[in-house]
């Protein structure tokens, strides 16, 4: 597989010479500080490109061409918005990026509870505690009718639990909720996202799907002649938040987003972490099933807990079996070369790491740090040797 990497651009402190020292070839990146809305021209485009060819990488992957609220909702500006998303996958397609990695996630993008949760090996990893989340939907935020969103044990143990934070973890864990997501150029406060989620209060999860399906149904003929590949992220965490729709949850979301808007241009990232903590879902089966159309991977683990809260795992530990998810993917990768396709190479990059060693108490994005993705995405590239050197895919 191509091994890829995430970078946020000339602000990142990971820079693209770690990049190259961690051995990835190829980047992953978006034009952040032009991801409002508006189309990207075409000199950004090109300009964010020869940067990184001049570092002796590549851009292969963009992630993401944001998707506005207005988009996901059909208010406001959405034709606008929707016409300005054409012209900027057109724009990357010029530049000679063919993947486009997005996500249709209702307000929030991925979300956790504890950005810093201490391990048993004194490095940190990403959390979403079930209970803390209620706690702070219902009896901080006191989201209307939040309480129906929550079984009554899981209400009592969040009570007992907020009486045992204190005012800093009660504003850590507002911070990570709502007012900080990566690559995002905005936040929330209390008053603003309920007004947001105002906005959704009507819309169920089929109107929630409509709206995805009507966007795919106009910016997909454009991506098939521009020879761009969609690919849709999963919702992360994959169940409802805020009682807020969730529509890219499970195998039975793909097989609708597929048969409703059939293309090759259509298809999926294959996040093992995001699907990963929805105990529904099989991942190597998931794989095997969608191998055709999964355009770009995230590798990366997951530690389920009976209540529904997760934990970021060490990316060959955790409760997926990451080297059969990696052979099914190589064995795609095989068929695909051997239909003489030249784009079958499948782009992957070891999604978040634990922040270990020197990178503890260093300004990273959180989920971003580099030590961590470099060990990963070494343990994840012993796995691919060795399939190929044993010839099992």
Known sequence: MKQ?????????????????????????????????????????????????????????????????????TRIGRYRELIDNYKASIRAVAKAGITTVCYNFMAITDWTRTDLDHRMP?????????????????????????AEADHPADRIEQAALRLESLSESDLARLERNLIEWVPA????????????????????????????????LGEIIPVAEEAGVKMAIHPDDPPFSLFGLPRVVRNAADIRALRQ?????????????GSYGANPENDLVAMAKEFAPDIHFAHLRNVTKEADGSFHEAE?????????????????EERRRREAGRPDWEIPMRPDHGHA???DIGKPVNPGYSCIGRLKGLAELRGIMRTIEALDLA
Not at 185 to 214: I, Q
Not at 260 to 272: D, M, Q, R
């Open 4 to 72: 890829t990497w995430r970078w946020f651009g000339p602000d990142d402190p990971v820079t693209l010479d770690h990049v190259k020292q961690a051995g990835a070839t190829s980047i992953v990146t978006a034009l952040h500080h032009l991801n409002d809305g508006r189309a990207w021209p075409d000199d950004e485009v090109l300009k964010r490109k020869a940067l990184i060819e001049g570092n002796g990488l590549t851009w292969s992957v963009v992630e993401s061409i944001i998707v506005h609220e207005d988009v996901k």
């Open 184 to 215: 995002r150029e905005f936040v929330y406060d209390r008053r603003s996202l309920n007004r947001m989620l105002d906005v959704y209060r009507e819309l169920s999860d089929t109107g929630f799907r409509d709206n995805l399906f009507a966007f």
């Open 121 to 145: 090996h004194g490095g940190t990893a990403l959390r979403f505690d079930i209970v803390e989340f209620c706690a702070y939907d219902v009896f901080i935020l006191k989201r209307p009718n």
């Open 260 to 272: 409703t808007v059939p293309s090759p241009s259509n298809g999926i990232t294959l996040c093992t």
């Open 356 to 358: 270990i060693i020197d």
């Open 315 to 331: 990316h060959l530990e955790g409760d997926t079996d990451m080297v059969q998810v990696t052979l099914a993917l190589m064995a």
